[in-house]
């Protein structure tokens, strides 16, 4: 039998981070993510880090990739990807190109690269 579905009021929103790294050699992605959740486990501990609910979501292009968290809690992982500057003893930048609450959207970013839009 199944049970009733949450109310919208109380399901966990979740927003979408599209990141960039650079770096003079090539990343693994799997590398990427584990210094990403690392970051973020030195930063606010264990319990920050099961609120945020940071999901990989296995889309990685080149040296994009798109993870999954919690809407309250971005701030706190913009912060702790902030605190990166090295992964594995390569020195490396990760750089937020966007956030959305979209999949579609970030999926775009990914596959066909990134230009700055115009604002009016």
Request: positive net charge; hydrophobic residues 35%.
């Amino acid at each position: 039998m199944k049970g009733k579905p949450l109310l919208p009021v109380l399901r966990t929103k979740k927003r979408y981070i599209v990141y960039e790294t650079i770096s003079r050699t090539k990343t693994k992605h799997n590398e990427v993510v584990n210094a990403i959740i690392e970051s973020h486990k030195n930063c606010f501990g264990m319990f920050g880090l099961g609120n945020a609910g940071i999901m990989d979501t296995k889309i990685f292009k080149e040296n994009k990739g798109i993870l999954k968290v919690n809407n309250k809690y971005l701030n706190d992982l913009k912060t702790s990807i902030a605190m990166i500057n090295n992964i594995n003893g390569k020195e490396v930048i990760v750089n937020i190109i966007l956030v959305s609450g979209k999949i579609n959207k970030t999926k775009l970013m990914v596959n066909r690269g990134y230009e700055k839009q115009q604002t009016r």
